[in-house]
């Protein structure tokens, strides 16, 4: 509630131009039988002071009242006692403002009062002709002017225009939330917002009972880890800002976990293994490592299946792309590494029943993903060959390793076995590197490392079955020992790339080589195999602490470690064709010049013309 008083003090000069257009009004309204207000000028030499003051309304008596039946209005002497003394002039409008923008709707009237100090025809501020006046006055009179309705709180409908309020109102992330908007329309009618027409949502949001088909992914994206949108391609969520962090949140986080709870496994070996013990470890390093372990599994885990119960289609879109089906076995394998990396302080030993419980999503997995392999299709092996296809393969042995440490036999060798016989198959696809196969980006080179993984833990897990580190356990890890070293002395090909989640990928490999050479060392116990072992989990772990102090700065300082999650937010259909010529020069690469030229020498206006200019390649056009 504002008041704004405002003095005008004004020079004698101008009164008297002023003073014959008055009289005009105020003999038109004698005419008229109104009583006229006169206004007396007086002279003065004193300079004229501010033009403008503001007052609160609290300082004045009976501002924005209600006058009931019969009641006079009181107004306030304008005389300002802060202007000098020698002022005597002053005329002052006052306007009162509202005290609701919903109350008195029916005083529609705008009250301006013009009161000057000795001013005839008024009496206490009001004028005689009111005082004296027989007419019957009305019940209640309003001194404020009502606003509109929903000038301030947005109910109008000038607020649908505002872009700001578009923004927040945005219905492109609806195709992707679990309860498709319709929890916010509840909440909308219970404020007594109107509710949006049903076609509008439906015109937003797409068929959500059909998962995409694996060719989309193929036609849409591509890169080896099928992450870039093709020039031609469109998707459903803007592109222009930053979409909602649950949707920029991908399976691929669990690699986080991976690595830093291997790490709670190496440093137990390390106080509990006999070629180790001249280091004189102790065991409460394992303990913090393993209760950070489980408090980061916990809260990675919390974020994403937050994700599935808010976002459940983003998560589906992951779940049928074909290369990041294979993170879907990262939590799995988390959850076994705090098994195996356990405390003795905590537990000495594990139920049995709890092997079966990790292993079961492990074989229902791995009978859609390796039935796909086999069976051929889109999702053949050597189409979908890939690094991070490790991923499915590694877990067995993992499996078999704790299995093996509770003293089962049947599950572990089972596991091993089909662990096995797929690791060789994927290892001679992805050594040869078919043609058809694209060559990894720089930004995906140190997936490379992910050849180490699956044979350094084989070669535990063999140990544990067989109960001792014999010949078949050496084998694996000399395998692994190799592959670790030619990695490792190519030196430029790890550098020179920006960083990402994928870099995660060179910690769990690392320490399970170095965990594997502490297993042989315990065998083979001598200076070489010892010096090797302590080299190998230092450097595991200087990677693994400087990969988690650059993932907390980029994700929490640069907030970069996150982006726009391209691969979930291709279309469910093939973009029109004219709509390609307008991408691909959106684009500006050159590597589509070809594509446009060709489409220009096709395109003369025909339809038929166009379409056969698209699908024409550049070679053939010329």
């Given at each position: 509630?504002?008041?704004?008083?405002?003095?005008?003090?004004?020079?004698?000069?101008?009164?008297?131009?002023?003073?014959?257009?008055?009289?005009?009004?105020?003999?038109?309204?004698?005419?008229?039988?109104?009583?006229?207000?006169?206004?007396?000028?007086?002279?003065?030499?004193?300079?004229?002071?501010?033009?403008?003051?503001?007052?609160?309304?609290?300082?004045?008596?009976?501002?924005?009242?209600?006058?009931?039946?019969?009641?006079?209005?009181?107004?306030?002497?304008?005389?300002?006692?802060?202007?000098?003394?020698?002022?005597?002039?002053?005329?002052?409008?006052?306007?009162?403002?509202?005290?609701?923008?919903?109350?008195?709707?029916?005083?529609?009237?705008k009250n301006v009062l013009f009161v000057q100090d000795n001013a005839k025809g008024f009496k206490n501020g009001v004028p005689e002709s009111c005082v004296g006046s027989k007419a019957k006055p009305k019940g209640v009179k309003f001194l404020s002017q009502p606003m509109p309705k929903g000038s301030v709180f947005g109910e109008g409908a000038n607020m649908?225009?505002?872009?700001?309020?578009?923004?927040?109102?945005?219905?492109?992330?609806?195709?992707?939330?679990?309860?498709?908007?319709?929890?916010?329309?509840?909440?909308?009618?219970?404020?007594?917002?109107?509710?949006?027409?049903?076609?509008?949502?439906?015109?937003?949001?797409?068929?959500?009972?059909?998962?995409?088909?694996?060719?989309?992914?193929?036609?849409?994206?591509?890169?080896?880890?099928?992450?870039?949108?093709?020039?031609?391609?469109?998707?459903?969520?803007?592109?222009?800002?930053?979409?909602?962090?649950?949707?920029?949140?991908?399976?691929?986080?669990?690699?986080?976990?991976?690595?830093?709870?291997?790490?709670?496994?190496?440093?137990?070996?390390?106080?509990?293994?006999?070629?180790?013990?001249?280091?004189?470890?102790?065991?409460?390093?394992?303990?913090?490592?393993?209760?950070?372990?489980?408090?980061?599994?916990?809260?990675?885990?919390?974020?994403?299946?937050?994700?599935?119960?808010?976002?459940?289609?983003?998560?589906?879109?992951?779940?049928?792309?074909?290369?990041?089906?294979?993170?879907?076995?990262?939590?799995?394998?988390?959850?076994?590494?705090?098994?195996?990396?356990?405390?003795?302080?905590?537990?000495?030993?594990?139920?049995?029943?709890?092997?079966?419980?990790?292993?079961?999503?492990?074989?229902?997995?791995?009978?859609?993903?390796?039935?796909?392999?086999?069976?051929?299709?889109?999702?053949?092996l050597s189409k979908v060959a890939n690094p991070s296809n490790h991923l499915s393969v590694v877990g067995n042995f993992v499996g078999a390793l704790l299995g093996a440490s509770m003293g089962l036999k049947e599950g572990p060798i089972f596991f091993f076995a089909v662990g096995l016989a797929h690791y060789t198959v994927l290892f001679v696809t992805l050594?040869?590197?078919?043609?058809?196969?694209?060559?990894?980006?720089?930004?995906?080179?140190?997936?490379?490392?992910?050849?180490?993984?699956?044979?350094?833990?084989?070669?535990?897990?063999?140990?544990?079955?067989?109960?001792?580190?014999?010949?078949?356990?050496?084998?694996?890890?000399?395998?692994?020992?190799?592959?670790?070293?030619?990695l490792a002395v190519r030196i430029n090909f790890f550098r020179g790339f920006k960083f990402s989640l994928a870099w995660w990928a060179y910690t769990f490999p690392m320490t399970g080589a170095a965990i594997a050479t502490m297993r042989y060392s315990s065998a083979v116990t001598n200076v070489v195999t010892q010096t090797l072992s302590v080299i190998l989990?230092?450097?595991?772990?200087?990677?693994?602490?400087?990969?988690?102090?650059?993932?907390?700065?980029?994700?929490?300082?640069?907030?970069?470690?996150?982006?726009?999650?391209?691969?979930?937010?291709?279309?469910?259909?093939?973009?029109?064709?004219?709509?390609?010529?307008?991408?691909?020069?959106?684009?500006?690469?050159?590597?589509?010049?070809?594509?446009?030229?060709?489409?220009?020498?096709?395109?003369?206006?025909?339809?038929?013309?166009?379409?056969?200019?698209?699908?024409?390649?550049?070679?053939?056009?010329?």
């Amino acid at each position: 509630m504002v008041l704004m008083h405002i003095s005008f003090h004004i020079s004698p000069g101008l009164i008297r131009l002023g003073l014959v257009f008055f009289q005009k009004i105020f003999q038109g309204a004698m005419d008229h039988g109104e009583n006229p207000v006169s206004i007396e000028l007086q002279e003065y030499a004193e300079p004229v002071p501010q033009l403008l003051k503001l007052i609160s309304s609290n300082e004045v008596a009976g501002f924005d009242s209600i006058m009931q039946e019969g009641e006079t209005p009181v107004f306030p002497n304008p005389t300002n006692s802060s202007q000098p003394n020698g002022h005597q002039r002053k005329i002052s409008i006052s306007i009162s403002m509202p005290s609701s923008p919903t109350g008195a709707t029916s005083a529609g009237t705008k009250n301006v009062l013009f009161v000057q100090d000795n001013a005839k025809g008024f009496k206490n501020g009001v004028p005689e002709s009111c005082v004296g006046s027989k007419a019957k006055p009305k019940g209640v009179k309003f001194l404020s002017q009502p606003m509109p309705k929903g000038s301030v709180f947005g109910e109008g409908a000038n607020m649908n225009q505002n872009p700001n309020v578009k923004k927040f109102k945005d219905k492109r992330f609806d195709s992707f939330k679990t309860w498709s908007g319709k929890l916010e329309r509840q909440l909308t009618n219970l404020r007594g917002r109107q509710q949006e027409s049903e076609s509008e949502d439906d015109s937003v949001r797409p068929s959500e009972n059909e998962a995409l088909p694996v060719d989309r992914y193929f036609d849409a994206l591509e890169g080896p880890e099928l992450e870039t949108l093709r020039a031609s391609e469109e998707i459903v969520l803007p592109d222009d800002k930053t979409w909602p962090f649950l949707l920029r949140y991908p399976i691929s986080s669990f690699g986080i976990c991976l690595g830093v709870s291997s790490q709670a496994i190496m440093w137990k070996t390390l106080a509990t293994a006999t070629s180790t013990n001249f280091l004189h470890i102790s065991l409460t390093v394992n303990l913090i490592l393993w209760w950070i372990s489980v408090a980061l599994v916990g809260i990675v885990a919390s974020i994403y299946l937050t994700k599935v119960v808010l976002y459940f289609e983003a998560v589906r879109r992951e779940y049928y792309h074909p290369i990041r089906v294979n993170f879907f076995f990262a939590p799995w394998i988390s959850l076994l590494f705090l098994a195996i990396g356990v405390p003795p302080s905590v537990a000495s030993s594990l139920p049995v029943a709890l092997w079966y419980v990790l292993m079961t999503p492990f074989l229902c997995l791995e009978l859609k993903i390796y039935g796909q392999w086999m069976s051929g299709g889109q999702r053949r092996l050597s189409k979908v060959a890939n690094p991070s296809n490790h991923l499915s393969v590694v877990g067995n042995f993992v499996g078999a390793l704790l299995g093996a440490s509770m003293g089962l036999k049947e599950g572990p060798i089972f596991f091993f076995a089909v662990g096995l016989a797929h690791y060789t198959v994927l290892f001679v696809t992805l050594y040869q590197r078919l043609p058809t196969n694209e060559t990894l980006p720089k930004e995906l080179h140190p997936v490379f490392f992910l050849f180490v993984a699956a044979p350094s833990v084989a070669s535990m897990a063999w140990a544990n079955i067989q109960g001792s580190f014999d010949y078949g356990s050496r084998i694996a890890y000399f395998i692994a020992l190799f592959l670790y070293f030619s990695l490792a002395v190519r030196i430029n090909f790890f550098r020179g790339f920006k960083f990402s989640l994928a870099w995660w990928a060179y910690t769990f490999p690392m320490t399970g080589a170095a965990i594997a050479t502490m297993r042989y060392s315990s065998a083979v116990t001598n200076v070489v195999t010892q010096t090797l072992s302590v080299i190998l989990s230092v450097v595991a772990t200087l990677t693994v602490t400087a990969l988690l102090v650059t993932t907390i700065l980029h994700a929490f300082v640069q907030r970069d470690l996150f982006p726009n999650d391209i691969a979930i937010a291709i279309s469910d259909r093939k973009p029109k064709s004219h709509r390609r010529w307008f991408n691909l020069i959106r684009h500006g690469s050159s590597e589509h010049n070809a594509d446009i030229d060709t489409f220009l020498k096709f395109a003369n206006g025909d339809t038929k013309d166009i379409e056969a200019g698209l699908k024409i390649s550049s070679a053939e056009a010329k």
